[in-house]
């Protein structure tokens, strides 16, 4: 299974962009899938995940603000994120796994399957 993120760019303050992770060779309708992000000299953090049953979780800098939901088609996933902000700033990655448990959703080392990650730069 290979991941593919996409839909990253530079924004200003307050704008929207939508994140794309499609998976080739399998559907994500059974597993969960999250999105982390990684800034400059930082840890990789949880932003927020969707499992099997359309479940979602979110950390809570970005709930309210980002949307986690499945794509029209059942390899894709999509990360809405509104009125961003300049710590939104990072890559963000995609994963997905499909024997996870619910207690280690949040978890990236828990994620068998990454995508390349792709870069959100929130700037005035």
């Known amino acids: 299974v290979q991941l593919q993120a996409s839909g990253g760019g530079l924004v200003q303050p307050g704008d929207s962009l939508r994140l794309s992770c499609a998976a080739s060779g399998r559907s994500f309708s059974s597993g969960a899938v999250a999105w982390f992000r990684q800034a400059p000299g930082k840890e990789r953090e949880f932003v927020a995940a969707?499992?099997?049953?359309?479940?979602?979780y979110y950390a809570e800098s970005v709930k309210g603000r980002f949307t986690i939901s499945r794509g029209s088609a059942e390899n894709t996933v999509t990360l809405q994120m509104n009125s961003l902000k300049p710590e939104d700033t990072a890559v963000y990655y995609c994963?997905?796994?499909?024997?996870?448990?619910?207690?280690?959703?949040?978890?990236?080392?828990?994620?068998?399957?990454w995508g390349q990650g792709t870069q959100v730069t929130v700037s005035s």
């Open positions: 969707i499992r099997r049953g359309g479940f979602t």
């Open positions: 994963a997905a796994d499909w024997q996870i448990i619910l207690s280690s959703i949040r978890t990236a080392g828990q994620y068998a399957y």
